[in-house]
């Protein structure tokens, strides 16, 4: 299973990005989670979507700006970025979860992405 995250770059507050995860090798009834990791700081749950797309869960500080969607045909997942603020940056990556339940923890997730670096400038 591998799972390529891309989309990231520089950007100036206000602006947005889209992030999209591509997994291939088992590309069924798995949900998606993004983290993100900033300087010095520990890996965070951002947003997780499930296989269906009707279950999403965010971390409150993105709630309204962030929208995960999928899209399974293309076994890909977006994280859409709006209203970019500072502390926004960090490396994010998005994992993979074959569980039963939609999680924001990093133990649930199987397989992770090799990361993709947002910077967002004030």
């Known amino acids: 299973v591998q799972l390529q995250a891309s989309g990231g770059g520089l950007v100036q507050a206000g602006d947005s990005l889209r992030l999209s995860c591509v997994v291939s090798?088992?590309?069924?009834?798995?949900?998606t989670g993004w983290f993100r990791q900033a300087p010095g700081k520990e890996r965070e749950f951002v947003a997780a979507?499930?296989?269906?797309?009707?279950?999403?869960s965010y971390v409150d500080s993105v709630k309204g700006r962030f929208t995960i969607s999928r899209d399974n045909a293309k076994n890909t997942v977006h994280l859409q970025m709006n209203s970019l603020k500072p502390e926004d940056t960090a490396v994010y990556y998005c994992?993979?979860?074959?569980?039963?339940?939609?999680?924001?923890?990093?133990?649930?997730?199987?397989?992770w992405g090799q990361g993709t670096l947002v910077t967002v400038s004030s």
């Open positions: 994992a993979a979860d074959w569980g039963a339940q939609l999680s924001q923890s990093e133990r649930a997730y199987d397989y």
């Open positions: 090798g088992r590309t069924s009834r798995y949900s």
């Open positions: 979507i499930s296989w269906s797309g009707d279950l999403t």
